[in-house]
């Protein structure tokens, strides 16, 4: 094929389109420059070092009483009746709560149990305090927990789900978006993912823990409880277990701590799994200090000595709470 | 072009009806769309609710049941037709008497190519003519579904591999939630999910979707073994489109929105007519109609492909089985990563089975439940297996089982899966056996307390257990530590041990699949770790 004649046009481009074209590849090269600029970044990092910086809590604990108890001992037959005992020793709901306040109940459904398996909270106490929050004027009940196992099989059932359901309580299941790093000055504990969601709208809140046997640190009560409130590589904790526990008392002062001690695993925790891992004690635990809480439940509930616990020790010896809890204000009843 | 013709054309008393409905368009192909879209959304409605939170008693699976290549296939492989699948009764009789009508009124997938191909294809009107032809390439389909039941025959289901319900189920599981939960998080899982070999799924559907702008309904016409089957089976339907040829003007204009590509303009050939009706509607004179037994001399009945070529499908069907069985992968030659969920049937039955809709994968809580690429064999790709670096198997569920439309997962109870009340006997289904790796561990060797597969081991007694020791660490000062064991018998292989261990890259403790209680020849433990078992014959009892 011969080549085509290739005739240049005389005229060129006029001097308005001169114009226009060179505004226009000029603009894109300042334009190109300018962005570039901005976006250089010239800092100097070791990944993995960078300067971290968390959150922290506020605290959720009211006001101390000159003449109630800190800590009520209940004893009964029915979960119901034997949590408001304790809370009625206590000086009832109100001394807590207020009208209008949000109020976050942290309950443990680490595992994907029955109740009756008292691997979990039970549902009847998650129901008998959330009523009597609502008594006391809450304006909305937040329930919230990060499960070991996956969190929707945990929540149904535990059985919390249902309660719920049936109550109107906030269930907010730890999804991606719920976690920011939390930061403290613990033992071990200095930035940690931080299951936060349900903190941006609390007043107040209630621990509400069973009562149970665990593997490596001997017990899990209010103070472990607070375990399902972080995210990240929790597997790691296992390694430090009795400085981590100690640390939550650091991390979280919270309004109240319930200890359910109407049925105790015993045995084979935290998971159980066995009729037999669990023992009927009758007897709910609630006070202000988790560590007190949690010493009088170790060796009233779990029969144990808490000579032996050394996260109680380690939270004591730092002023994060009062092991000697019969030096408090506490008082016993019955049902 | 339409809407004059509307109100001459002679009409049934159905079409009657819909036309005396004022202010309504009620022609066939819009009631047609409507059952298009009401199949798509409610196939999508149940995909998202196939989720632990949402399940209720949803029948998940359902789609798949009415697949009665599903059906037929199993029952070929394992001669019963199990559970759910005598439904696919309900789609495989209407098709004997009007033909293929489920691939443009139900089929979810078919929908999503025609959708597709009528927004991003040709918009050219003899373009599109031209593209609605019939193709020789329309017998590829037929070919694959020989090849596949001649498999069958064997025992290898791969039907799944290209069954629209199945690949559309397992691309939505694997790929398009996942995907979607990573643009806009907190929307289908709590935490995100992740599938391995995720890629290759997602890209085969990518590919099928575009390929509707080269030649529309590509997978549809071309590769569907469904299609193929339903397409063989109206060979016998009593009605039909029926071409007037003394009305016809050849003017071709029924090709113009024709989905089957099965010349409605000359000769129909019945096993490739979607029954969308459009020729019908894009007639200018009239000459197509849908007929009760037309005249036999306008149609082709059967499928288009020669009798040579069916023989030689048979013949790749037959030497694929044996292909893909030479590598022992299902036999001696298992892999430990072949950790199967809790009921599936032992693995030449489970290769009988499954087909790769990956329903178990979409409803397992926490996403132990992966495809397979190679690890099964070549047999085995896309079937799942437990990954638990990704998760592990929750104690008291039993949710595969009860999603899986074929028995490859038998609906098993939790009673029965975890050996308590009237199974105690039999003891607890196990999916292989968890082993420590003491050169990892930290209690065992790096002086670091830890024991986190303990605290999570969910039997009870644990079938981990630890002892302690006091040992001299390196500095001088003396530590105790607990040091974790297994105890075989009670490890059930859930993998909670290994999903939690602190070494995340390579964990600790390891299940394979040694010990599971599907298959004999992978057992472990002769008296299944109970020493009860062996009958002492000197005290005549156990």
Sequence with gaps: MSKQEFEPDPKGVSRREFIQQALLTGGVTLGSIGLAAALWDRRHIVPGFEAKEGIQLPGFRVDASLTLPDLAIAHGTERGQTIRAALGT???????????????????????????????????????????????????????????????????????????????????????????????????LRHWPFFNRPFQRADKVIGLSPCKDHNLCSASMTMKNWYGLLGGRRNQFHQHIHSIISDFALMIQPTLVILDGMDVLMSNGPTGGRLSDVKSVNTVIAGTDMVAVDSCGYGQLLGRDVANLEYLHKAHARGLGNMDWKTSKWKEVGA | ????????????????????????????????????????????????????????????????????????????????????????????????????????????????????????????????????????????????????????????????????LALFHRSMSTVVLPGLNQIFPDTFYVQQYYHVGAWLIGGLLLFFVVMNVVIPRFFCRVLCPLGAFLGATSRFSLFRIERDPNKCIDCDACL?????????????????????????????????????????????????????????ASLVGAAGYAVARASGASDKNFSKKVIRPPGSMKEDQFLERCIKCDQ??????????????????????????????????????????????????????????????????????????????????????????????????????????????????????????????????????CGICEHECPLKDHAAIRVTAIGETRSSERSLLMDGGDPTNILDLVRKKR
């Design chain 2, 1 to 164: 072009m339409k809407v004059d013709q509307k109100d001459t054309r002679p009409a049934g008393l159905f079409q009657k009806i819909l036309r005396s409905v004022k202010g309504l368009d009620l022609r066939i192909t819009n009631v047609r769309v409507v059952s298009q879209a009401f199949f798509f959304l409610l196939f999508l409605f149940l995909v998202i609710v196939t989720d632990l939170r949402y399940l209720k008693g949803y029948p998940a699976s359902l789609f798949l049941e009415l697949d009665p290549l599903v059906g037929f296939a199993t029952a070929v492989t394992t001669g019963s037709i199990y559970k759910g699948l005598i439904l696919g009764l309900i789609l495989l009789i209407p098709t004997l008497f009007l033909g293929r009508f489920f691939c443009n009124w139900i089929c979810p997938y078919g929908t999503l190519h025609h959708l597709t191909g009528w927004l991003f294809g040709r918009k050219d009107l003899q373009a599109r003519i031209e593209n609605n032809r019939f193709r020789k390439l329309q017998q590829w389909k037929y070919i694959i579904l020989i090849a596949m039941v001649a498999m069958a025959m064997f025992g290898s289901l791969q039907i799944g591999l290209l069954d629209p």
């Design chain 1, 90 to 188: 206590l000086g009832g709901m109100g001394r807590f709560i207020q009208h209008g306040d949000v109020v976050l109940i942290k309950p443990n459904v680490a595992f994907d149990r029955p109740p009756a398996l008292c691997a979990t909270t039970h549902p009847e106490a998650l129901r008998a305090v959330a009523q009597m929050a609502f008594e006391a004027g809450a304006k909305e009940v937040v329930v919230a927990d990060n499960p070991i196992n996956s969190p929707a099989g945990c929540f149904l059932k535990s059985g919390l789900e249902a309660v719920a359901d049936d109550l109107n309580l906030k269930l907010l299941y730890p999804e991606q978006s719920a976690f920011t790093t939390i930061e403290m000055e613990g033992e071990i």
């Design chain 2, 360 to 493: 178990c994968i979409r409803v397992c809580p926490t996403n132990v439940l992966q495809p397979t690429l190679m690890e099964a064999g070549l047999e085995g790709v896309w079937t799942p297996i437990l990954n638990m670096k990704l998760g592990y198997c929750e104690l008291n569920c039993t949710l595969c089982g009860h999603v899986c439309p074929t028995g490859a997962i038998q609906r098993i109870t939790i009673e029965e899966k975890t050996g308590v009340g009237d199974f105690t006997e039999q003891g607890p289904v196990r999916l292989g056996t968890a082993f420590y790796d003491r050169g990892r561990c930290l209690p065992w060797a790096m002086e670091t307390p830890c024991v986190v597969c303990e605290e999570v081991c969910p039997t009870s007694p644990k079938a981990i257990f630890s002892r302690e020791v006091t040992i001299t660490k390196r500095d001088g000062t003396p530590i105790t530590l607990s040091r974790p064991y297994v105890e075989p018998s009670r490890c059930i292989g």
């Design chain 2, 256 to 312: 113009t929105n024709c989905q089957g590509a099965c010349d409605p303009h000359t000769q129909l050939r019945k096993s490739e007519c979607f029954v969308c009706f459009e020729c019908i509607e894009d007639c200018p004179v009239d000459a197509l109609s849908f007929k009760f037994m037309p005249n036999r001399d306008h149609e082709i009945a059967s499928p288009p492909i020669p009798g040579r070529r069916v023989a030689m």
